[in-house]
């Protein structure tokens, strides 16, 4: 299994607090992702980084921002959470080549806003 | 707007049999096209990907086909198991930067023994 790490597992938060998600790697992947999964929705690409201090919006960026300081970590924050936000939150990675374009993902955060 | 779609959202089939889950997609141009396997509670995990200038790709009792025609891509699997049972997801990507590869809602698939 590659080695991704997301943390909290779980979180229960309230409306209008500060929410940061962590994602920590050791396979030394240049791309890491942020993706939510909600009912009824495919998987949405929210940000993605293609580099230390590289990043870009995806689909859902809204009421989102990133940061990647180190190749292994890739934080996704709320700044002040909201109910549209309650949703598992996955985090992926992928080799720098194009070839395989395969992603890892890791086993998601469960995150509700009340 | 670009679409992906997946037949249905639940198959069941009994074990032994073939499974055939669908993704059809418009709008769109992928230069390539994954499977994903996600069990409840966990991440999605690769099964297999397919170019488009390739027809059909194969890894043990999996088979996926690409017709660029029709814009579908069929995955099969022979010889089914209730260790089969999860959700399937069809990825595309136009072959840029990872950022637009598009999932699709998935398959739940409940193999009965």
């Known amino acids: 299994d590659a080695g991704i790490t997301q943390s909290p597992r779980h979180k229960v938060t309230e409306t209008g607090t500060p929410v940061t998600l962590r994602c920590h790697q050791t396979?030394?992947?240049?791309?890491m992702y942020w993706y939510r999964q909600d009912p009824g929705h495919g998987l949405r690409l929210i940000h993605y980084s293609y580099g230390v201090k590289d990043t870009d919006k995806g689909e859902v960026s809204d009421g989102y921002s990133v940061s990647r300081s180190k190749t292994e970590d890739f934080l996704l924050t709320l700044e002040s959470a909201t109910s549209s936000q309650t949703s598992v939150y996955f985090c992926?990675?992928?080799?720098?080549?194009?070839?395989?374009?395969?992603?890892?993902f890791g086993e998601g955060s469960r995150l509700t806003v009340l | 707007s670009q679409k992906i779609e997946q037949n249905s959202e639940a198959l069941n089939i009994q074990e032994g049999k073939t499974a055939t889950l669908t993704c059809n997609y418009t709008?769109?141009?992928?230069?390539?096209l994954q499977w994903y396997r996600q069990d409840p509670g966990r991440g999605p995990v690769f099964l297999l990907l397919i170019r488009e200038n390739e027809k059909e790709k194969r890894k043990e009792r999996l088979k996926v086909t690409f017709d660029t025609t029709l814009k579908q891509s069929l995955f099969h699997i022979t010889a089914s198991q209730p260790a089969d049972s999860a959700t399937y997801l069809c990825?595309?990507?136009?072959?840029?930067?990872?950022?637009?590869?598009?999932f699709g809602k998935g398959t739940k698939l409940s193999v009965k023994p």
């Open positions: 992926a990675i992928s080799r720098d080549y194009l070839d395989t374009g395969e992603l890892f």
């Open positions: 709008n769109y141009s992928p230069a390539y």
């Open positions: 990825a595309l990507s136009n072959g840029g930067s990872q950022g637009n590869l598009i």
């Open positions: 396979e030394n992947h240049r791309y």
